[in-house]
């Protein structure tokens, strides 16, 4: 499908400007011009349920709603800009911008290492523009693409972005759609790709209005967190349309590379083709016509491969999809945590299997879920997963919001940065872990509605239950709890900060320059075995190997090496004295071909650490 999107209203130039919307529940739409002069006009409706008029005298600006059957007035559920916020009137937008992007077409999809960031929280000014100073720490970081997390208008000025009710909006307090664009330009001057996290599964509750336009939502699933959108129910093509447009609007408009899709085991469709599957051709379609790479990344709990399967296959075609397992399993072990979906995980064999085949769960039973969970995925190259050690939900999603550093220290940490970014999936850092920030990163809102507020709270306290954290989360409404998260950057500057900064891009420098380091294809292979709690990983890409050994244990332990050709050097030790460790007792060079006659090599490594060895060459 060849879409354009035409939902909204559209500058034409001279003055005029089309006003289209899908309201099938509207026998008459009227559009309500408010500034610079008060007008109200009707629009043509069709017989799909689509108004739509171009109107003279309307130029960038002008504030507008929509009066449904002459009574309620509402605004456009596809506004470009809120800028007096959910409950006001909607903005034109002039989408044309100065872009100085003219020949950035993205990166390969296996280079991708991705930086997860909240804008309100990133710098002390929370506005999407003031990204673009700091893009220099995130180059020599080395990573390849920011994610934001979403953007889509929301009651306030805080929130984690998830309960966004006019998906085609800015928000206004991050800058609206000029801070977005300015932001991505700044990106592809610096080399950058930008992901944005978008919400397809719900809409938040205040200052949604989409009901009274027409059957976007459905009673017949649901989801944790509002009413679901009816994507294969009566009606549901107008729908589909809505959120599809949304996607290219995105990609068209803002020069986006990539869109992270929230929790789309909540985006219920049992249509013969699946909204999902038909958006992914949508998007095709247009980054072919563009001639730019542009992505489309899921995130799922099901385990489910068909997602990233080709179409010809019996898949949806989508291009990656986050890997919950290898988290769980790494902080598991790190951390001893039992509770919640954490009692599937705790043993090191399963950390290596994660490593093998990506998922851990792959039929077995669930003892969190009380069922079997998950199918095998052999046929699927790593470079389609996205793993971590954190990000938004899994340092979020805490009573405390705690990061994984002030859990379990240091060398752990080191650890788990070796654990993901010396994998064969595609890594992502969460903002600040490059240089161990310590402020947490709890969950926030200002709703003004105070029963919402209480509904907040109150589900909260239910949804952490499982964990069986003590204490009471943060209040989510207050803003102490919102500026508690806002990252202090001076950190990276002192110790032992500044070293750990050092190791993660000593890190992705390895993982660049080696290519048995890199994000694997189908043509690399991959060993992972536990011994005790070790886990010796061998990564072969073509004639380049590398052998990463990963100690999850506190205590020193030791490890068995099986023989293997020639002589191999150490090339990064985390417990070493630079990088902020206790000192090594693993050797500078190992001489595996010796050993082909004696057995395997028996070393010792420090606790919680990481190393990195590559043959040497004759």
Same mark, same amino acid.
């Given at each position: 499908m060849n879409l354009e999107p035409r939902l909204g209203s559209t500058c034409l130039g001279r003055g005029e400007c089309r006003f289209e919307v899908w309201a099938p529940r509207a026998d008459l739409v009227e559009v309500s011009l408010l500034h610079p002069e008060r007008r109200l006009l009707p629009l043509r409706k069709d017989d799909r349920g689509c108004h739509q008029a171009v109107v003279s005298g309307v130029e960038p600006g002008a504030l507008y709603l929509y009066r449904l059957d002459g009574q309620k007035e509402r605004p456009d559920p596809a506004s470009r800009f809120q800028p007096e916020g959910v409950h006001g009137p909607s903005r034109v937008v002039d989408q044309g911008y100065p872009w100085h992007d003219q020949g950035w077409s993205g990166p390969n999809l296996e280079d991708y290492l991705v930086y997860e960031l909240h804008p309100g929280t990133f710098t002390p000014e929370g506005t999407l523009e003031a990204v673009i100073p700091r893009l220099d720490h995130l180059k020599g970081l080395g990573v390849t693409a920011l994610e934001l997390m979403p953007v889509a208008q929301f009651p306030g000025e805080r929130n984690w972005g998830y309960d966004g009710v006019f998906p085609f909006a800015v928000q206004s307090s991050y800058g609206g759609p000029a801070g977005l664009k300015s932001l991505v330009d700044a990106c592809h001057s610096a080399g950058l790709a930008v992901i944005l996290d978008v919400v397809y599964n719900h809409l938040g509750p205040e200052g949604n209005c989409l009901a009274d336009f027409g059957p976007f939502f459905s009673d017949r699933y649901q989801t944790p967190w509002g009413r679901s959108i009816n994507f294969d129910g009566p009606g549901s093509d107008g729908v589909r349309r809505f959120f599809m447009e949304n996607a290219l609007s995105w990609i068209? /408009?803002?020069?986006? /590379?990539g869109l992270r899709l929230d929790a789309v085991h909540a985006i219920f469709d049992f249509s013969a083709r699946p909204f999902l599957e038909e958006l992914a051709g949508a998007v095709r379609a247009k980054a072919q016509e563009l001639k730019r790479k542009v992505l489309l990344i899921v995130e799922s709990s099901l385990n489910d491969p068909r997602l990233i399967r080709p179409p010809e296959t019996g898949g949806y075609g989508l291009d990656a999809l986050w890997n919950d397992d290898l988290h769980h399993a790494l902080h598991a072990l790190l951390t001893g945590e039992r509770a919640g979906y954490y009692q599937d995980f705790g043993r090191p064999d399963q950390l290596a299997k994660a490593f093998r085949e990506g998922f851990v769960y792959t039929g077995q039973y669930s003892a969190f879920r009380r069922r079997r969970h998950g199918r095998p995925c052999p046929d699927r190259p790593p470079s389609q997963m996205v793993v971590f050690a954190q990000n938004h939900d899994q340092v979020g999603n805490r009573a405390d919001g705690r990061r994984l550093d002030q859990l379990v220290g240091l060398e752990a940490a080191k650890l788990a940065g070796a654990a993901v970014l010396l994998s064969p999936f595609l890594p992502l850092l969460f903002m600040g872990q490059e240089y161990g920030e310590t402020a947490p990163f709890p969950f926030f809102v200002s709703h003004s509605e105070p029963g919402l507020v209480e509904a907040v709270r109150l589900g909260r306290r239910k949804e952490l239950a499982d964990f069986g954290w003590p204490g009471e989360p943060p209040d989510p409404q207050a803003e102490e709890t919102f500026l508690s998260a806002r990252l202090d950057w001076d950190l990276a500057l002192i110790e032992p900060h500044?070293?750990? *900064?050092?190791?993660?891009?000593?890190? $992705? @420098?390895?993982r660049k320059t080696f290519?048995?380091?890199?994000? %694997?294809?189908?043509?690399?292979? *991959?060993?992972?075995?536990?011994?005790?709690?070790?886990?010796?990983?061998? @990564?072969?890409?073509?004639? &380049?190997?590398?052998? $990463?050994?990963?100690?999850? &244990?506190?205590?020193?332990?030791?490890?068995? $090496?099986?023989?293997?050709? %020639?002589?191999?050097?150490?090339? *990064? /030790? #985390?417990?070493?004295?630079?990088?902020?460790?206790?000192? #090594?007792?693993?050797?500078?060079? *190992?001489?595996? %071909?010796?050993? #082909?006659?004696?057995?395997?090599?028996?070393?010792?490594?420090? %606790?919680h650490s990481a190393a990195v060895y590559k043959p040497e060459k004759d």
């Amino acid at each position: 499908m060849n879409l354009e999107p035409r939902l909204g209203s559209t500058c034409l130039g001279r003055g005029e400007c089309r006003f289209e919307v899908w309201a099938p529940r509207a026998d008459l739409v009227e559009v309500s011009l408010l500034h610079p002069e008060r007008r109200l006009l009707p629009l043509r409706k069709d017989d799909r349920g689509c108004h739509q008029a171009v109107v003279s005298g309307v130029e960038p600006g002008a504030l507008y709603l929509y009066r449904l059957d002459g009574q309620k007035e509402r605004p456009d559920p596809a506004s470009r800009f809120q800028p007096e916020g959910v409950h006001g009137p909607s903005r034109v937008v002039d989408q044309g911008y100065p872009w100085h992007d003219q020949g950035w077409s993205g990166p390969n999809l296996e280079d991708y290492l991705v930086y997860e960031l909240h804008p309100g929280t990133f710098t002390p000014e929370g506005t999407l523009e003031a990204v673009i100073p700091r893009l220099d720490h995130l180059k020599g970081l080395g990573v390849t693409a920011l994610e934001l997390m979403p953007v889509a208008q929301f009651p306030g000025e805080r929130n984690w972005g998830y309960d966004g009710v006019f998906p085609f909006a800015v928000q206004s307090s991050y800058g609206g759609p000029a801070g977005l664009k300015s932001l991505v330009d700044a990106c592809h001057s610096a080399g950058l790709a930008v992901i944005l996290d978008v919400v397809y599964n719900h809409l938040g509750p205040e200052g949604n209005c989409l009901a009274d336009f027409g059957p976007f939502f459905s009673d017949r699933y649901q989801t944790p967190w509002g009413r679901s959108i009816n994507f294969d129910g009566p009606g549901s093509d107008g729908v589909r349309r809505f959120f599809m447009e949304n996607a290219l609007s995105w990609i068209i /408009d803002f020069h986006l /590379d990539g869109l992270r899709l929230d929790a789309v085991h909540a985006i219920f469709d049992f249509s013969a083709r699946p909204f999902l599957e038909e958006l992914a051709g949508a998007v095709r379609a247009k980054a072919q016509e563009l001639k730019r790479k542009v992505l489309l990344i899921v995130e799922s709990s099901l385990n489910d491969p068909r997602l990233i399967r080709p179409p010809e296959t019996g898949g949806y075609g989508l291009d990656a999809l986050w890997n919950d397992d290898l988290h769980h399993a790494l902080h598991a072990l790190l951390t001893g945590e039992r509770a919640g979906y954490y009692q599937d995980f705790g043993r090191p064999d399963q950390l290596a299997k994660a490593f093998r085949e990506g998922f851990v769960y792959t039929g077995q039973y669930s003892a969190f879920r009380r069922r079997r969970h998950g199918r095998p995925c052999p046929d699927r190259p790593p470079s389609q997963m996205v793993v971590f050690a954190q990000n938004h939900d899994q340092v979020g999603n805490r009573a405390d919001g705690r990061r994984l550093d002030q859990l379990v220290g240091l060398e752990a940490a080191k650890l788990a940065g070796a654990a993901v970014l010396l994998s064969p999936f595609l890594p992502l850092l969460f903002m600040g872990q490059e240089y161990g920030e310590t402020a947490p990163f709890p969950f926030f809102v200002s709703h003004s509605e105070p029963g919402l507020v209480e509904a907040v709270r109150l589900g909260r306290r239910k949804e952490l239950a499982d964990f069986g954290w003590p204490g009471e989360p943060p209040d989510p409404q207050a803003e102490e709890t919102f500026l508690s998260a806002r990252l202090d950057w001076d950190l990276a500057l002192i110790e032992p900060h500044r070293t750990l *900064l050092r190791y993660h891009q000593e890190l $992705i @420098r390895l993982r660049k320059t080696f290519p048995a380091l890199a994000a %694997g294809g189908p043509e690399a292979t *991959l060993r992972a075995e536990a011994s005790g709690r070790v886990l010796a990983l061998r @990564r072969r890409a073509g004639e &380049d190997e590398a052998l $990463i050994l990963l100690n999850l &244990d506190q205590e020193p332990a030791r490890v068995e $090496i099986e023989p293997g050709p %020639g002589r191999w050097a150490k090339l *990064l /030790d #985390s417990a070493e004295k630079p990088w902020g460790g206790p000192g #090594s007792p693993l050797p500078a060079r *190992l001489d595996l %071909g010796r050993l #082909s006659l004696a057995g395997p090599a028996t070393l010792t490594m420090a %606790g919680h650490s990481a190393a990195v060895y590559k043959p040497e060459k004759d």
